[in-house]
């Protein structure tokens, strides 16, 4: 996709600092956990945040 938004690397990094043992390297499991732990309005916004969570545990899981 390009640049994310700030608001977007901020909430998702907030939320790996909380609840990290949560999320994992699944897009899928993290929308789902996101549904649980976050509340989010917009679909487009939550699959934003998961994408970059997931992201980040993936590139440092190959790092």
């Known amino acids: ?3 994310k938004p700030s ?4 909430l998702g990094t907030e939320l ?3 609840q990290r ?3 994992s390297g699944s897009f899928d499991e ?3 956990q ?3 732990s976050a509340v989010i309005e917009s679909k ?3 699959n934003r945040i ?3 969570i997931t992201r980040k545990i993936n590139t440092k899981r190959h790092a």
Not at 7 to 10: A, E, G, N, P, S
Request: proline share 0%; aromatic share 16%; glycine share 8%.
């Open 1 to 3: 996709m390009g640049i």
């Open 7 to 10: 608001y977007i690397k901020t």
């Open 16 to 18: 790996l600092k909380q």
């Open 21 to 23: 043992d949560y999320f």
């Open 30 to 32: 993290n929308k789902l």
């Open 34 to 36: 996101l549904n649980k």
């Open 44 to 46: 487009r916004v939550r």
């Open 50 to 52: 998961a994408g970059y």
